[in-house]
């Protein structure tokens, strides 16, 4: 059976997908996925995400990272396959559907996706620099005083296989940047590196893990109630979190925003 797929990416986060509204891809073959996403061998991707139909709103995404297991949300699949919809003309440049944390809305234009995410009514400060959150994926934040003197891979790998996380956990290293022209909250930038769970690597976007530490940032710096946008530049490029803060530790109408990108369309088969 020959199977059509696509290749998107969003600030670097690369993802294999495909129109699977016949359900005919195998999606509980875990092997057939991690050697798709393999980069040698394979097509080469950070994940796969199906384009399922749903019954209540205008699609449903499936997803599994590299290693080939059905994981949690990924933000920057969602905003990839927001634009996947709209390529199908299955959607306009407004949606709603459903992924594994439940139902989100999307605007997208120009091939710039808005992402609203879940709601936060929790969020873990274990020291002055380290918090537990979860934005649809499970994050550690960590922050240093530079991004560039971590490796980021080994050091990440380390932290989620520890005993606390059995079923390990996404690691975030965040660098608070100083605004020259204004240094008020509303303007907040941030440096960040992600070691991703299931991946097991260190991925050039990670869009839970963006979300995740624009909202540590926020918290840490104890500011209570209001509306921001927190820029983040990854190594893949620029992302922005948009969202309105109502406590230390809730946050909610929260926005990942950037860019997407078809890159290739192609074929195999199984």
Not at 35 to 51: N, S, W
Request: charged residues 25%; negative net charge; aromatic residues 10%.
């Amino acid at each position: 059976m020959k199977i059509e797929f696509y290749k998107y990416q969003g600030t670097g986060n690369d993802f294999i997908i495909i129109d699977d509204r016949d359900e005919k891809f195998p999606f509980e073959n875990v092997a057939l996925i991690s050697y798709l996403c393999e980069q040698k061998f394979g097509i080469g991707a950070d994940g796969l995400i199906l384009l399922r139909k749903s019954e209540q709103h205008d699609f449903k995404m499936l997803y599994a990272n590299s290693d080939g297991k059905p994981s949690s949300m990924c933000g920057n699949g969602g905003r990839c396959i927001v634009t996947f919809a709209k390529h199908l003309n299955i959607i306009g440049e407004q949606t709603t559907f459903e992924a594994t944390d439940g139902v989100h809305e999307a605007i997208v234009k120009n091939n710039f996706v808005e992402l609203k995410m879940n709601d936060v009514d929790d969020l873990n400060q274990l020291n002055n620099n380290v918090f537990e959150i979860n934005t649809g994926s499970p994050h550690l934040v960590w922050f240093v005083v530079s991004t560039e003197e971590y490796d980021v891979k080994a050091t990440g790998s380390n932290i989620q296989t520890m005993p606390e996380y059995p079923r390990g956990i996404n690691v975030n290293f965040v660098e608070e940047l100083e605004n020259v022209e204004n240094k008020s909250l509303e303007f907040l930038q941030l440096n960040i590196r992600t070691y991703e769970r299931g991946v097991e690597d260190e991925t050039l976007s990670c869009g839970t893990g963006a979300t995740a530490a624009a909202l540590c940032a926020l918290s840490k710096r104890k500011k209570i109630e209001g509306k921001y946008a927190v820029t983040l530049f990854t190594l893949g490029g620029e992302l922005i979190v948009k969202c309105n803060m109502t406590s230390y530790s809730s946050f909610n109408n929260i926005w990942l925003c950037g860019p997407t990108e078809k890159v290739f369309k192609g074929e195999f088969e199984i």
